[in-house]
């Protein structure tokens, strides 16, 4: 049974799988599902003892694992404060004489739990599992009242994150009972090497002294290992290795686990833990006579082509509804061609970081922020709650790098002193002493978890201290500016530049990666709903001219409530890039192939007619799998003549495929046709076997320069601009792109009344064709009651309403959802013709609209196109026209609207025609 991801079956217990696939045993007891629950606004509960009482306090029911100001928890109220959860369990372990942990993936914020009365714990932290032990509380036979606490305040000191989006309150991962024998293995870390060299450092908890023996039992038993020990009472630590044989190692291409036991075997018992490990190693190295280095999988180069993931859900916020949809997201990453994520400002649940694993993607995980001051109080628990995680998270082969800080939020200090030009003026500033605490910091984590990358602070005030990466942020919209931006970064990065570095501080050879990018906030007002494919194309080729970039973070993989600049829409629905109109089969992921073609121009050129354009190339690769092979780049310059796909030029060339990173191969010549059309350049990189391993494009505006346009055909043909229409009807009419757009809202119809060739040009009309670029009207707020939105701020990181119908930069990028409009055409009071117009899109499709933009960072329905139409005017009426040289053509749509695109829109060059033959 399919769930939606709104609602979850009345029936269904909320999660019931295991929360730890990394680290499961086999006697344990879902809590997720009906609790008792009460606010305490007062803070009355435990001055009346409400750990003691009945369900009769309890008022409301919620259902765990969902934060009470989500949708799914039932209560739904952002309400900080303190609730109190209650829930009364029969549950018995299977074997007698077995130790009970009582076991919480997180709860936000001040924890404390009640078992029959006794106080089991207290933990503090949103993002840290915990556990208690509750063997002597816990009644065996009969029911239990388990009762939790939760508080929070939102402190300015806690570790909060993006929590605006949706507030994390109380428990909002799962809870469970697990069993365990008397000694149990608390935790193992495996840190594997290439050579198959498998190092484990163990922790176990013993009730009593005595021997025992530590077995890993991995791949069917082809891998076993056993080590004898002593244990003595209390916590002990192991450190063991072993080997494998011809390993197989993980990387997404091929995410190979080792699954098995961890048995920890004695006169007390056995303790059983399933568990796995992949084989991986994480690096940067230099590579030739470069002075910097590329991030490494496994000892070679990787591009990482990776987005943001802030994880939320509309229901759920930060608990995902179910396990299937955990899963579904790595699918929907992958079907991209992405190979990492980062998961922004928070760590990842378990579950999800196990299909990472079981699937193949790379995780970055960012380390929640809090949004004070970084004062004592603040770093304590920061400094809790991070290696809470990174223990926890430890074992995952997909997580290649730590992000310990991000933007400097919650890294600057409150500074009331006059600026010299007001007094008190509130402002924030990096000290040079919290600087060294994320230095720290990174040695720390450095210190902790040596097998991965460490990020200080994913830098957009160029402001890192100390970092294995060398990253930084940028959102700028507009092809020139990206490139400048690029060439600029670029430039300024080598060993010993004090650029993007706090003063006092110098970059290393580090590699070189952006950690976030895209348009939405590069545009004036940002938060607009517009196309990211004219954009994120470009952006892309620009990205791989440069041989010292070793990937990016595309802000993001999904919208949220105040950003629109997802790959995919918020609830998991696909948005239409239209490059497969371009190049036949080509998809998003050909831009994030690891052998790749550059295309070393701008998106869209206004070219003349017939000319020849030269285009140059550069070859990017960072992979070996073609190394040795003779590839074939095969192009072809094609248009659309009105209709009909007609090819101007085409060609191949044989290159031979050796060595990482850019380098520049041999332009292209390419003839453009003799005539005005959008002319597109679409390559592909073919491999000896006849597979394609990546497909790009670029764009020409060819330009006849005669008066009314050059389109090919025979008699004679009028070009009549779109906003020159007669009159019209509809309720809310406007036009955009210079006049080469016009638009009209809900129903209504445009009337043009235009005059044929006289009979000196043309002494006989046999027939009438019209043609025409049309799409349906999708009213926003904005067309019907005037712009006005939220000037974007920091709220927006706390997930400020983006009122997106009102932004003046909103269009919405094409999708599954559809804007249908009937269309009716009339010549001299004649419907001649009805269709539907299937949608009001915008994508990459809509080469004009993008290519005659007037501002680069402010939009003006951007990438918005219609469809191409050719209709026939019927013999009678043609005969009648032929007489009076005139013709009324009336275009009259339903509630849908219309749009009308003239030649410098959409995607067709051409005004409205009308072609006498």
Known sequence: MTTSIHTLPETASPRPEFPRPDWERADWHSLNGDWSFKFDPDNAGLGQNWQERDDAVFDSRIIVPFSWASPLSGIGVNQKGTGWYRRTVGWTPAQAGSRLFLCFGAVDYVCDVWVNGTHAGTHTGCYGSFEFEVTDSWHGDGENVIVVRAEDNDLSSQTRGKQGYGEIRGIWQPAWLEARPQHF??????????????????????????????????????????????????????????????????????????????????????????????????????????????????????????????????????????????????????????????????PEEPRKLYWADKLGILIME?????????????????????????????????????????ETWGL?????????????????????????????????????????????????????????????????????????????????????????????????????????????????????????????????????????????VFTEFKDVINEFNGYYRLNGTDKRFGYEWFVPGMTIADLHSPDFIVIDLPPCQTAEAGSVAEVPLLRSSFSDRHFGQTLRLEWELWYDSLGDREVADRGSVALDWNEYGVAPLAPLSVRLPERDAVAVLSIRLLTPEGGVATRNFTTFDVRSGKPGGAYGGNGQTISVPVAQFAKHTFPYQWNALGGHKTNGGAEGEFEYEIELPNREELPLIRGIELMFEAGAKRLLVRDTEGAGYTKPEISFMHGADAKTELNPNTYYMTDEERHESRLDVYVDGERIESMVLPDDPADSRGVLSWHYQSVHNKLEEAGSYGYFYKIAVPGRLAAKLDASRKLKLVLRSDEGGLALYGRNSGRYPIDLLVRCE
């Open 185 to 346: 293995v608390k935790a193992a870390r495996f840190v594997t090497r290439l050579d198959g060299r498998i190092e484990v450092s163990a922790a176990i908890e013993a009730k009593l002294a005595g021997k025992a023996e530590l077995i890993f039992d991995f791949n069917g038993g082809s891998v076993r290992h056993r080590e004898e020990i002593v244990l003595q009472q209390g916590g002990n630590e192991l450190q063991t290795a072993f080997t494998i044989d011809r390993p197989r190692l993980w990387s997404p291409e091929a995410p190979y686990l080792y699954e098995g036991t961890v048995r920890l075997v004695s006169d007390a018992g056995m303790d059983a833990v399933s568990t796995y490990f992949g084989i991986r190693e994480i690096g940067t190295e230099l590579f030739g006579e470069r002075n910097y280095r590329w991030i490494t999988l496994n000892g070679k180069p990787v591009y990482l082509n990776g987005t943001l993931d802030q994880s939320f859900h509309p229901t759920g916020y930060f608990t995902y509804p179910s396990d299937s949809e955990m899963r579904d997201e790595i699918h929907l990453m992958k079907r991209l061609g992405l190979n990492f994520v980062r998961i922004h400002i928070k």
């Open 366 to 406: 960012d380390m929640p922020c809090f949004w004070g001051n970084p004062d004592e109080a603040a770093r304590t628990v920061y400094e809790r709650e991070a290696r809470e995680v990174i223990e926890r998270d430890f074992n995952h082969p997909s997580i290649f790098s730590w992000v310990m800080f991000n």
């Open 412 to 552: 600057k200090t409150d500074d009331e002193a006059p600026d010299g030009t007001r007094d008190w003026i509130p402002a924030k500033q990096y000290l040079p002493e919290t600087q060294e605490w994320v230095r720290d910091i990174y040695r720390w984590a450095k210190r902790f978890d040596p097998t991965r990358l460490v990020e200080d602070n994913s830098a957009c005030n160029w402001d890192h201290v100390e970092s294995d990466l060398n990253t930084w942020h940028f959102y700028k919209n507009g092809y020139e500016q990206v490139r400048q931006h690029l060439n600029n970064i670029v430039d300024r990065t080598f060993p010993g530049s004090t650029f993007n570095y706090c003063v006092g501080n110098a970059q290393t050879d580090a590699p070189l990666m952006n950690s976030e990018c895209g348009n939405v906030w590069g545009i004036e007002g940002g938060a607009g709903d517009s196309d990211v494919a004219w954009h994120y194309r470009y952006m892309l080729n620009e990205f791989r001219r440069h041989d010292k970039l070793c990937g990016f």
